[in-house]
T-cell receptor
């Protein structure tokens, strides 16, 4: 157990739907990062939050949004889902600036049918 | 631009050493990492190295950093079947984002 908890582990939904992925960071970590892993794109950075504020944005689609709550858990919202959104979505957390690496959760596997 | 490249596959025999290579383009990268991903699991941080170091050893793992050539390698001594996984090289860019390579799938044959 890495200390980063992601729910649900698996999600199957239809095109056009909206889903919410949830992440609880490791105790004491203020930063949360979201990554998308797909076969063709590899691991792509989506977005980072630090203590409730958006810190950095990567290749995140406009249909996707995220937030970090006062208790530091984070949610990634994916809307108007397309088949191509099927992927593994990872959350990671870190203390300070992540200099010693990020701690990853076990991921949410999203299948859009 | 930022790019991290790795070869996609490596196959070794149990007991041999494995060497996984990685090249990066951001010459200002000062923090580099190796992660391991087993099937169906998340990424596990194996080790990291800072740019003021040339080598770091941790039990069976040895990381070598050649800053001039922007080349990073991970050597696993006495490779076991349990080491079969995908290994990712990553660099922390100036914006504080972790940029990953495509991953090298290590297959260990008994």
């Amino acid at each position: 157990d890495s200390g980063v908890t992601q729910t649900p582990k698996h999600l199957i939904t239809a095109t056009g739907q909206r889903v919410t992925l949830r992440c609880s960071p490791r105790s004491g970590d203020l930063s949360v990062y979201w990554y998308q892993q797909s076969l063709d794109q590899g691991l792509q950075f989506l977005i980072q939050y630090y203590n409730g504020e958006e810190r950095a944005k990567g290749n995140i689609l406009e249909r996707f949004s995220a937030q970090q709550f006062p208790d530091l858990h984070s949610e990634l919202n994916l809307s108007s889902l397309e088949l191509g959104d099927s992927a593994l979505y990872f959350c990671a957390s870190s203390g300070d600036e992540g200099l010693y690496g990020y701690t990853f959760g076990s991921g949410t596997r999203l299948t859009v049918v | 631009g930022e790019d991290v490249e790795q070869s996609l596959f490596l196959s070794v025999r149990e007991g041999d050493s494995s060497v996984i290579n990685c090249t990066y383009t951001d010459s200002s990268s000062t923090y580099l990492y190796w992660y391991k991903q087993e099937p169906g699991a998340g990424l596990q941080l194996l080790t990291y190295i800072f740019s003021n170091m040339d080598m770091k050893q941790d039990q069976r793992l040895t990381v070598l950093l050649n800053k001039k050539d922007k080349h990073l390698s991970l050597r696993i001594a006495d490779t076991q079947t349990g080491d079969s996984a995908i290994y990712f090289c990553a660099e922390l860019n100036q914006g504080g984002k972790l940029i990953f390579g495509q991953g090298t799938e290590l297959s260990v044959k008994p």
